[in-house]
């Protein structure tokens, strides 16, 4: 069974840095893209950034270009989304989402989330 | 950036209607087009990728139709379970987008 779980969400500052990480497990981790996907409170979905199986590739929004940078370590299973100059509006639940196939950006599996909280 | 567009922000049925939910590009994503639903509090389930391909586990009153800009999920007859945002996805290209969801509420 696929498992993605989320950590590292908190309340920080406008300006402050927070890391995000997921483990995975019940998967080949390495052989999947995985992504980060955000949910403002009370909105819709916003895909943020992801990142190729291998680790060589990456893509992110223009809303976090620059501020955030995806990460992971095969050894580990775990993605990894650092965050910086944080702001308000970077303020929502963060998933990480299992792609469905090697180079299929759909999302079969998603962790529980993980708030972060952006306010002074 | 490619825009989806869903239709109707919110739609209101009673269980065993049909009910038919609508997603608009912005520009062609040929058939890279998938539906996800969400209940309150939980992540995302993936329901249909590729317009028309259930993902695992989905019961087969879920479909999927379309090309190109316009595409459509269908329920053919609501269960009790099926009252849930609805969002639509394309993976066409970059930056990957998500519609702004349809609310499918009891009536």
């Known amino acids: 069974e696929v498992q993605l779980v989320e950590s590292g969400g908190n309340l920080v500052q406008p300006g402050e840095s927070l890391r995000l990480s997921c483990a995975a497990s019940g998967f080949t981790f390495s052989s999947y893209a995985m992504s980060w996907v955000r949910q403002a409170p009370g909105k819709g979905l916003e895909w943020v950034s992801d990142?190729?199986?291998?680790?060589?590739?990456?893509h992110y929004a223009d809303s976090v270009k620059g501020r955030f940078t995806i990460s992971r370590d095969n050894s580990k299973n775990t993605l990894y989304l650092q965050m910086s100059s944080l702001r308000a509006e970077d303020t929502a639940v963060y998933y990480c989402a299992k792609t469905r196939s090697p180079t299929m950006y759909n999302f079969d599996s998603w962790g529980q989330g993980t708030l972060v909280t952006v306010s002074s | 950036e490619i825009v989806l567009t869903q239709s109707p922000a919110t739609l209101s049925l009673s269980p065993g209607e049909r009910a038919t939910l609508s997603c608009r590009a912005s520009?062609?994503?040929?058939?890279?087009l998938a539906w996800y639903q969400q209940k309150p509090g939980q992540a995302p389930r993936l329901l249909i990728y590729d317009t028309s391909n259930r993902a695992t586990g989905i019961p087969a009153r879920f479909s999927g139709s379309g090309s190109g800009t316009d595409f459509t999920l269908t329920i053919s007859s609501l269960e009790p379970e099926d009252f849930a945002v609805y969002y639509c996805?394309?993976?066409?290209?970059?930056?990957?987008?998500f519609g702004q969801g349809t609310r499918l509420e009891l009536k």
């Open positions: 990142i190729s199986g291998s680790g060589e590739s990456t």
């Open positions: 996805q394309q993976r066409y290209t970059w930056p990957i987008t």
């Open positions: 520009q062609s994503v040929y058939n890279y």
